[in-house]
């Protein structure tokens, strides 16, 4: 393989298992946390399962870590035989994939900062009152957990980038560039 192909396969590698690490940690973070407050007489627990958008981040989530997961191993196995790849049909497949988790997990994110800033804001016009000012250590985990999704959604337009040239490369130009005038 030339210099530049095993520099593509190593940052892809590197940003597939950081996709799997970050999406595993903002899981663990999101799925573990809760706060109690006792209101007048009434115990109030807050989790992630009651605003519907973390749960889609959590599930956004979870299957990003095993995505990336199962295409680290393809890498890994992919660089040990030293093979690039020129399979057109392998090369969409996992365009389009990277392509859908990349889009899977900006929708995430962007469904769920706007619940957040709901939360930590309020919205007078609708007489939604600010939570995070009752679950401040809640609120404060899951921007933690949040962020964590955030990076790994980052990585994974990169990836995706990064699947888009190898498959369109597949389709490189059959003249000499040198010789034509275009």
Same mark, same amino acid.
């Given at each position: 393989m030339k210099l530049n192909d095993r520099r593509l396969r190593l940052t892809e590698l590197l940003l597939r298992?950081?996709? *799997?690490? !970050?999406?595993?940690? /903002?899981l663990i973070l999101i799925v573990t946390d809760s706060e109690v407050k006792l209101i007048f007489t009434i115990k109030k627990k807050a989790k992630y399962s009651d605003m519907k958008s973390v749960v889609f981040l959590v599930v956004a989530n979870g299957i990003a870590? %095993?995505?990336s997961l199962l295409q680290s191993v393809r890498c890994v196995v992919g660089t040990m035989k030293g =093979? %690039? !790849?020129?399979?057109?049909? !392998? /090369?969409?497949t996992i365009f389009s994939g990277d392509q859908a988790m990349a889009y899977l997990s900006v929708a995430a994110i962007a469904a769920t900062a706007e619940s957040g800033m709901i939360a930590r804001e309020g919205e007078e016009d609708l007489q939604w009152i600010k939570v995070c000012n009752m679950y401040g250590k809640f609120c404060n985990r899951m921007a933690i957990g949040v962020?964590? /999704?955030?990076f790994a959604s980052i990585a994974m337009v990169f990836v *995706?980038?990064?699947?888009?040239?190898?498959?369109f490369r597949l389709y490189g130009a =059959?003249?000499?560039?040198? =010789?034509s005038p275009w």
């Open positions: 298992i950081s996709i *799997s690490v !970050l999406s595993l940690l /903002a870590a %095993v995505y =093979t %690039v !790849l020129f399979s057109k049909p !392998l /090369a969409w962020s964590s /999704a955030l *995706s980038c990064i699947s888009a040239f190898s498959l =059959t003249k000499d560039r040198r =010789t």
